[in-house]
């Protein structure tokens, strides 16, 4: 009788296991943007107070664009052309901007925390003579910005 109950609990124990992966996988993956706040940064290139968070902007072309506080936070950039786009309060934490282009943009009050900046081309107040960190914290970007500036 032990062994009749333990076939039993392992039939559920296994029914369980299936149904919460079959549950798992089937489920739509879960996006934190807002469509319509990804649709206008798409056509107009200006977004204030966007949710863009876990966006998927990879090779985008936002040249000149205009972002007020928006939330970027683990977005995909990569490869994105940012050239001279205003980017204000902007939360860019732990975003992927690898080999992102910068160049002329102007970075004010934004949250670059773990952002992946390999092979990105910063404005040249943000680069650093280091290309082999991968990650760059902000509080380290001003240091350099405040070291560069007493010489």
Request: charged fraction near 30%; charge should be positive.
């Amino acid at each position: 009788m032990g062994n009749r109950r333990l076939r039993k609990m392992g039939r559920k124990v296994a029914i369980s296991f299936l149904i919460g992966s079959l549950a798992t996988f089937l489920a739509p993956s879960v996006r934190a943007e807002k469509p319509e706040h990804l649709q206008r940064i798409k056509q107009t290139r200006n977004c204030f107070k966007c949710n863009l968070k876990k966006a998927n902007l990879a090779n985008i072309s936002l040249k000149g664009a205009f972002l007020r506080e928006t939330n970027l936070q683990e977005a995909n950039l990569e490869g994105a052309d940012l050239r001279f786009a205003v980017l204000r309060k902007v939360n860019l934490k732990k975003a992927n901007l690898k080999n992102a282009d910068l160049t002329g943009a102007i970075l004010r009050d934004v949250n670059l925390d773990d952002a992946i900046l390999t092979g990105a081309t910063l404005p040249p107040r943000y680069q650093r003579r280091s290309k082999s960190d991968s990650k760059v914290r902000v509080p380290e970007l001003i240091i350099d910005i405040l070291k560069q500036q007493r010489r």
